[in-house]
Structures are given as structure tokens and as C-alpha cells.
């Protein structure tokens, strides 16, 4: 007790230098006392304790500080007793957090607090610490407590459990990742993962997942690189062992789970849209039914009704037109989202049959499909979460009228190819003609095959065709068609009902193809070929010709609505799943843009790569069509640090996606792995055994001879690659039969052995004993039987004293391990080592008396007494006892062979 008064009275000292050194002792001195309670129960708490809990408000700021670090020091050690955490030390930090208490000290005494959230238990935060933690969330006087709050808040989370999250912490997180500064929000997005972890799935995805957009989309590009590299951890937060088929064991490895019929196994070609559909990925699809459609055009209504994940009702105005329409939802079957377009084909179809005319009524028709297939694919992507309740330019219809100012200016700047001015000019010319040849027209279509590939050239195409058919009737009797003549003014009545205003996008664009160069207004020229379009469909004699031009007609709209939704979706269609919130899936995805590096940061495609096994494990491999092409992207990065990344998991990915997707899409990327820089085929070497036990057998074996690649490297005094390829052979063997063995693998361990690194050559011997190993165990003798002599010969009788060193070596280990019969290496192998007797090299007798003395004369075998070999082991034992060199002498003595078990420990 003396000297804990001492120690007291020290502690009282106006030396600030002696005081820090003091505390400083204070975590030995009280594991001195709990090692020797019984004889000091109370002197810790009635002494040390009452000291460490002064220094925390002393003057000085070194001691403050040495008396923190010693509080946290007891705390983990558990060397304070729960009674002095809750009466002395807790309320001296609560004094220090007041609002009324000094800035620097509640600064000090917040970190402390929350770095004591962690030690302490849960039920003594949430009652002392967890309101006055709140208070301090809200501080608006320093910045620098909520921003000790915000760097700490996920730990205070896991400490107080997930009732205690979203009751009181979820709210001050809110205000948090709002402040005004911009180091709290940066600090709230470093620590959103373990926030995330303490909440309910839930309150995960309807009240962090819109915070955390938030903050990627913060106007600082610090709180956006925070954000963005978390965005992988925060996404794994989201996975479910149960969907994604795989759990993670307790040594921290990926396991498969066996799951139901209902989540099997996709295919390779699981990125095709109905494939996706079949997992549940996108709602079901929905169809066009028209209810009314008048044909005074003064009155259109129609329904539409939208199932992807939310009904949607759209009513706007069209012209004079008061127009609705209502989309049913699917029957049973799913359908892709190209099934919007042919679904539109159907409807356009339909209206063709019911009518030969294209009538006003039917053109407004089309152009109101068309708009609603652009609207039922955008909808396809609302998020039921977030209503889209701005304004949309599909949401509200446009009015179809063609406006053709612009395209007339565009045609009359652009310099069209002098052949095909040529073209079009005589196009215009023949068609302005009353009537034409059939060879004429042919000429023209031969002219033009060369340049189908342009859009308005197959409007031509289409054009002439039709007129070339109407040329074609002129050999059809006169009496055939002057029984039509009396309806030709009437065919031309209804003609007339076609208005310029009304005509569809398609029609005007290939009208306006041929408004070309030398031509004043549009009109002068359009109206002949539209005469003659108008000719060949009213037509009331030539239905077949009329019924191939609907047809083309519909099938370039079809066409146009195809290409459209493939446009508007593209990528995205294949990018739609359910277990995360799609937003974050998309912002995540964006990390391989070359626009993020330099708004964000410059090495976010590295932060991509190193979280997308787990992105990928959250998604499950039946949502890998989502990360296939960010993948492959992130493979083919210019940055090594990269493709590093992706090299060094790319095992686990495989177990996360199967063999099948394994097989399809990794092993590409493998390959370009195996033949990348060394800073990246070194991720692939370390687990080439996980990878590889994952491929089929045929796929596995393919592999064999590439092997041998990794014996070169781009730098030659890079011996832990040959390390690490020899650990990696081990373990393979396994993998591989006994034939393959010796075919490949075999070479690869004698190059090993003879290494210039001796770390590489005795891990290579080690190698050596598998091997042999693996034949015996495989009852293939004489593959062990070749490989012995060819050790002896390479090895043995080699010209290198280091080559006979390295024969004494595996014999040795051969021996230790016992991985082959004794009688099998007495008859192959006993003879060449007790060979090395006469060596001229000192160090290859003194491994050989190592070997014999003390292995090889320590096995059961040779301490028969009728043993033959015993008597020549023993002969050449005594020559190295009497050998010209003392170390020879020494190892090959039989007094340290008797002392063998009480020195061994000491010269290890």
C-alpha cells in the first residue's frame, strides 16, 4: 500500500512531464495487480483508477492524451471493473460532452466515447452513452464533434443492436449525411456499410439506399469518392444466402449451397432477355388493346394500363383529340421487352387487314402506337420507390405532324456523293414522268443496289418497286381495266383524304429522300410520287400489289419501333434484377466510365474491381448478365493495379458463378490473365489450384501445359513467383492422374530443384515427395521407378556440387516424409546417396552425414540387426566420422547422435 501512495502522491505533481510518464506505467502496474488479485483486491480501483479519470481533464494536453490512451488500454484488457466504468468513468465523459463544457475537451472526450461504444457492452452504451452520443450528432456549435460522431457512428450502431438503430440513430444519420460540411458527409459515406449492417433489409433498402444516391451524387468529389467506394461494401450488405445460393464459412471461404428447383442454374447464355424474364428480373409484359377510335377525328379514347411495377395512367391532349389508353396485362406467359413492338407489328397488321385505304384514322393509329411503345419502354424502368412526378417528354404526347423545316435545311448544307446526286436527280425525274419503262426502272434499281445499306436509299427502293409493279400492269387487257375506270374518281375522292399534315414519320421521310438537290419546295416534287404511291394502293384491281405495299409499309414501321426499343433499352434490358435497388446497381456499373476518373477519382475502376466479387455474390450467378460486360471491361483496363485486382479474385467469382458461367466467360479472362505482367499472373498463380479445381476435367487438363509458362518471368530475381508455383504443384497433384503427373508436372519440379534461390529448391523437394507419393499411392511403380532415376541422373551425378547437395536433400526428405516404401528407395536410391561419401565438396558430406546419422539410422528399418543395409550405411558412417573436414566429423559423430533429442530444440 506504500507504494501505491506513492504512486498517488507522484500523481499530484506539478511537472507535467512526470505525470504523463506516470500514466504511461499505469496498464503494467494494473495487470501487476489483477495478476495478483487475491493479494490486492481493491488497490487498482481505490488508487489507479481515481488517477487516470483525474488526467482525463488535466491542463496539459499531453497528459490528456497518454491518460486516454491508458483508459482505452484497461478497457481492452478488461482490467476495470464494469462498477468503475458506469461510476467513475462514464460520467466524467458525460461532464466532459456537456454543452456547456470547454471545446477541447468534449472533442477528446467524444472519440473517447465512441471508441469505448465498441469495448463496452451493449446494455451499458445504450443506457449511459447513447442520448448524450444523439445530442452530440446534433452539435452546432463545432463541426469537428459531428464529424468524430459521423467517423465513428457505425461502430456505436453495431454496438447498440438494430432496435436502437432505427429508433434513434437512423434519424441523426439523416442530418449527418446533410450537413453543411463537407468532411461529416465524406466521414457518413466511409461508414455507411456498417450502418447498413445494422439495420433490417427493410430499412436498408427504403431509407439508406435513396440517402446513399444522395451522396454519389454530392456536389463534392471528395464525399463522391467516399461514396463510390463504398458503394461495392454497401451493395454487399444486400445479400441473402437463401436467393444467391451461397454462404460464407467460418474460416472466411466461399461454400455452395444446394438450392430448390426454383433458383437453378443459369446458362451461358443467361444475358438473353427471356432467359431474365424467366428469373423474375422484369415484370411481365404487357399488351396494346385499342377500345374506341372514331374516324371524324374529333373524339379519341383509349385506355392504357401499365403492370411493370406500378400502374401508371397517362391522359393528355392530342391536337383536339382527348386521348386515353389502357395496356392489359399479360395472360400467363412472360414476354421480352421486343414483345412491345410485336405487339404494335400485330396491331398495325390488323388495322391492314380490316381496311385495304390507309386512312387518316389509321395513320394517327400508328404514330399513337408508336408513342405508346415508347412509353410502356420507358415505364419498364420506373421505380416503384421513387414516382416519377416531373416532367417526362414521354409522358405527354406530341402531336405527329412532321416538321420538315429542318430536314429541308439539313439536305440543302449536306454535299451528297456525286454518283448519287446523279442517282437521286434521275429518281426524280422518272418518277415526275407520267409514265415509265420497266427497263428504265430496273436500271435505276441496279444503280442503287450498291448503296442499300443507307436508310433513305431503301426508301428509294421501296418507292420504285411500287412504281415498277404499276408499270408491269400496263400489259394487262384494256378490257380488264376499263371495267375499273368508273371508280377511278371515287378511288381519287378518298385519295384526296390523305393530308400532308397526317401522314406518317415514315412515309414523309422517304418523300423527303428524294427532295434532293435543285429542287425549291417539297411539294413540287413529292406530289408525283405520291400520286403514284396513291395509284398502286387504291387500286382496287391490283389488291396483291396494294397488300405487298401495306405490308412494307408496316414492316419499316415495325422496323422503326424495333429499332427504337432497342435503343431506349439496349444494355439496359440486360441490366434489370430485383435484389438491389436498381439505382445503386446502375451507379455502380458507371464506375467503369472514363468520365469517373476524372470527376471522381482516379483509380475507381480499381475500387470496382475489388468489390464486384461481392456485388456479384449479392446479385447471385443468376443476375450475372448484369456485371458480365462491366467485368470484361474492368479485364481490359490499361491500369495493371486493375486487372491485379480482378487476377487475385478471380476464384472466388468462379465459385460465386458456377462452372457453366465459369467455363463461358472466365476462362477467357483467365487466359489473358495467364499471359498478363507478372504483378498480375502472380494473383492467378496464388490460387490457380482454387480456380482450377472448379473446370470440368477436359477443361482442367488443357491447362497442363501451360503450366510450364509460369517458369518464366519478366524479372529473373523474382524467385517467390518460382515459390509460389511450386506451393500451388502441390496442389495440383491432387487434379491431375498420375500419367499427367509425369507428362507436365514432373519437369516443372526438376527445373524447381536446381533453382538458384534456396527457398525455391526446398520447397521444390518437397514437391518431389508428392510426387513420388501420388505413384505409389496410385500403384504406378514405374512412373516413381523413372522418376527416381532420373533424379539420380540429373541431380547425383551432376557436374554443380549444389545438384549432388540437392540429391542428399530429397533423399533426406524422402526418408522424413516416408512417402514410399523403404525397400523401394534402399534399391533405387541407397546406392547413389552412400556415393557422396567421396564427394570433394565438403558441404555435399556434411548434408550426407546429416541424412544418414541423423534420418536415415533413426527409422525402424535399419535398427534391425539382420538387416543387410544397416552394415554399408554404418560402413560409410564411420569414413565420415574420420573425414579430413571437422563440420563432416561432427554431424557424422555418434555422441550427438545420442544427444540428438536434447539438442535439437536448442539448435533449431
Known amino acids: 500500500m506504500a507504494v ?81 466504468v458506469e461510476v467513475k468513468v462514464c460520467p466524467v465523459l458525460l461532464d466532459l460532452t456537456a454543452p456547456e463544457s470547454d471545446d477541447d475537451y468534449k472533442i477528446e472526450a467524444v472519440a473517447i466515447i465512441c471508441k469505448m461504444a465498441s469495448i463496452l457492452t451493449s446494455e451499458i452504451t445504450e443506457r449511459l452513452l447513447l442520448f448524450r452520443f444523439c445530442e452530440l450528432c446534433n452539435d452546432g456549435k463545432l463541426f469537428h464533434v459531428r464529424k468524430v460522431c459521423a467517423t465513428n457512428f457505425g461502430d456505436i450502431c453495431n454496438t447498440v443492436g438494430q432496435e436502437a438503430t432505427e429508433k434513434y440513430m437512423i434519424p441523426r444519420f439523416y442530418q449527418l449525411c446533410s450537413d453543411n460540411v463537407w468532411g461529416i458527409r465524406k466521414a457518413c459515406a466511409e461508414c455507411f456499410m456498417a450502418v447498413s449492417c445494422s439495420v433490417s433489409p427493410e430499412v436498408r433498402r427504403t431509407k439508406l439506399s435513396p440517402l446513399f444516391i444522395n451522396l454519389i451524387s454530392d456536389p463534392s468529389r471528395w464525399v463522391r469518392q467516399a461514396a463510390f467506394q463504398s458503394l461495392g461494401p454497401f451493395i454487399s450488405t444486400f445479400a441473402n444466402p437463401s436467393s444467391a445460393g451461397l454462404y460464407i464459412k467460418e474460416d472466411g471461404t466461399l461454400s455452395i449451397r444446394q438450392l430448390d428447383n426454383s433458383v437453378a442454374d443459369v446458362s451461358a447464355s ?92 389509321e395513320r394517327l393509329e400508328v404514330a399513337i402506337a408508336k408513342e405508346t411503345g415508347k412509353i410502356n419502354s420507358t415505364s419498364l ?60 426502272l430496273e436500271k435505276v434499281l441496279e444503280s442503287l443496289q450498291a448503296h442499300l445499306d443507307d436508310p433513305d436509299v431503301q426508301a428509294q427502293v421501296q418507292v420504285i418497286s411500287a412504281a415498277l409493279r404499276a408499270a408491269r400492269l400496263d400489259s394487262v387487257p384494256e378490257e380488264e381495266l376499263s371495267a375499273d375506270g368508273e371508280n377511278t374518281d371515287a378511288d381519287q375522292a378518298d385519295a ?8 406518317s414519320p415514315t412515309d414523309t421521310n422517304c418523300i423527303k429522300t428524294e427532295v434532293s438537290v435543285g429542287l425549291d419546295t417539297a411539294a413540287e416534287v413529292t406530289r408525283p410520287s405520291t400520286e403514284l404511291l396513291v395509284e398502286c394502293l387504291e387500286s382496287n384491281e391490283n389488291e396483291q400489289i396494294m397488300n405487298l405495299s401495306s405490308e412494307t409499309h408496316c414492316h419499316a414501321e415495325s422496323l422503326e419501333m424495333e429499332r427504337h426499343d432497342s435503343l431506349l433499352f439496349g444494355d439496359d434490358q440486360s ?33 470496382c474491381a475489388y468489390s464486384l466479387p461481392g456485388v ?88 497442363l501445359y501451360q503450366l510450364q509458362e509460369f517458369m518464366v518471368t519478366d524479372n529473373s530475381r523474382n524467385w517467390r513467383f518460382r515459390y509460389e508455383l511450386a506451393e500451388q504443384v502441390i496442389l495440383l497433384l491432387e487434379l491431375y492422374n498420375p500419367n499427367d503427373v509425369h507428362d507436365y508436372l514432373r519437369h516443372i519440379a526438376l527445373s524447381l530443384c536446381s533453382d538458384k534461390v534456396a527457398e525455391v529448391r526446398w520447397i521444390s523437394f518437397k514437391l ?53 516404401p523403404v525397400n523401394q528407395f534402399v534399391e533405387h ?80
Open 829 to 908: 536410391l541407397l546406392p547413389s546417396l552412400l556415393g557422396l561419401a567421396t564427394d570433394p565438396v565438403p558441404n555435399v558430406r556434411v548434408l550426407l552425414a546429416k541424412a544418414l546419422r541423423h534420418t536415415l539410422l533413426e527409422k525402424p528399418y535399419f535398427t534391425e540387426a539382420d538387416n543387410p543395409h544397416v552394415e554399408a550405411v554404418e560402413e560409410i558412417v564411420l569414413i565420415l566420422q574420420s573425414d579430413r573436414d571437422r563440420d563432416v566429423r561432427y554431424f557424422a559423430s555418434a555422441e550427438l547422435r545420442i544427444n540428438h533429442a536434447n539438442t535439437a530444440s536448442f539448435i533449431n
Open 496 to 503: 384526296s383524304l390523305f393530308s400532308p399534315e397526317l401522314a
Open 575 to 607: 441490366k434489370i434484377q430485383d435484389v438491389i435497388p436498381q439505382q445503386l446497381l446502375d451507379q455502380y456499373l458507371s464506375m467503369t466510365d472514363p468520365s469517373r476518373a476524372q470527376t471522381v477519382d482516379t483509380e475507381i475502376t480499381k475500387h
Open 270 to 361: 443467361s444475358g438473353d432477355a427471356s432467359e431474365i424474364q424467366n428469373q423474375g428480373t422484369l415484370q411481365k409484359a404487357t399488351s396494346l388493346r385499342n377500345d374506341e377510335l372514331t374516324s371524324d377525328g374529333s373524339l379519341l379514347q383509349q385506355d392504357e394500363t401499365s403492370e411493370t411495377q406500378g400502374n401508371v395512367q397517362l391522359n393528355s391532349n392530342l391536337g383536339t383529340y382527348d386521348s386515353r389508353m389502357k395496356i392489359p396485362p399479360s395472360d400467363t406467359s412472360d414476354s421480352t421487352v421486343p414483345a412491345l413492338a410485336s405487339s404494335d407489328r400485330a396491331a398495325t397488321d390488323q388495322t391492314a387487314d380490316q381496311s385495304k385505304c390507309v386512312t387518316t384514322n
Open 616 to 703: 456479384a455474390l449479392t446479385l447471385g450467378r443468376q443476375n450475372w448478365h448484369c456485371l458480365k460486360t462491366t467485368y470484361e471491361t474492368l479485364a481490359s483496363d490499361v491500369q495493371w493495379k486493375v486487372r491485379r485486382t480482378l487476377a487475385f479474385s478471380i476464384h472466388e467469382l468462379a465459385v460465386i458463378l458456377g462452372d457453366q458461367l465459369t467455363a463461358a466467360d472466365l476462362l477467357p479472362i483467365f487466359n489473358g490473365f495467364l499471359k498478363d505482367l507478372d504483378e498480375v499472373r502472380i494473383g492467378v498463380l496464388k490460387h490457380l489450384y482454387d480456380f482450377l479445381k472448379l473446370l470440368h476435367v477436359d477443361k482442367r487438363r488443357e491447362y
Open 381 to 440: 424502368r420506373v421505380n416503384v420507390e421513387h414516382p416519377v412526378d416531373m416532367f417526362n417528354s414521354f409522358v405527354y404526347w406530341r402531336s405527329p405532324l412532321p416538321d420538315i423545316s429542318c430536314d429541308l435545311e439539313l439536305l440543302q448544307t449536306v454535299v451528297k456523293e456525286e454518283k448519287r446526286e446523279q442517282n437521286i436527280t434521275s429518281i426524280s425525274g422518272i418518277l415526275s414522268e407520267g409514265s415509265t419503262t420497266n427497263s428504265d
Open 4 to 84: 501505491m501512495e506513492t504512486i498517488v502522491r507522484l500523481s499530484e505533481d506539478t511537472e507535467p512531464t512526470v505525470r504523463a510518464e506516470l500514466m504511461e506505467q499505469v496498464p503494467h502496474l494494473a495487470m501487476f495487480l489483477q495478476e495478483n488479485r487475491p493479494s490486492f483486491p481493491t488497490a487498482f480501483s481505490k488508487y489507479l483508477v481515481p488517477v487516470v479519470v483525474r488526467y482525463l481533464t488535466d491542463p496539459n494536453n499531453q497528459v490528456r492524451k497518454t491518460s486516454q490512451a491508458a483508459l482505452l488500454v484497461l478497457l481492452e484488457q478488461e482490467l476495470i471493473d464494469r462498477t468503475d
Open 768 to 820: 518431389v515427395v508428392e510426387i513420388l507419393r501420388k505413384f505409389y499411392a496410385s500403384a504406378t511403380d514405374s512412373l516413381a521407378v523413372n522418376f527416381m532415376n532420373e533424379l539420380t541422373f540429373r541431380f547425383c551425378h551432376c557436374a554443380k556440387w549444389t545438384g549432388r547437395q540437392a540429391f542428399a536433400f530429397i533423399c533426406q526428405a524422402i526418408v522424413e516424409e516416408e512417402c514410399m
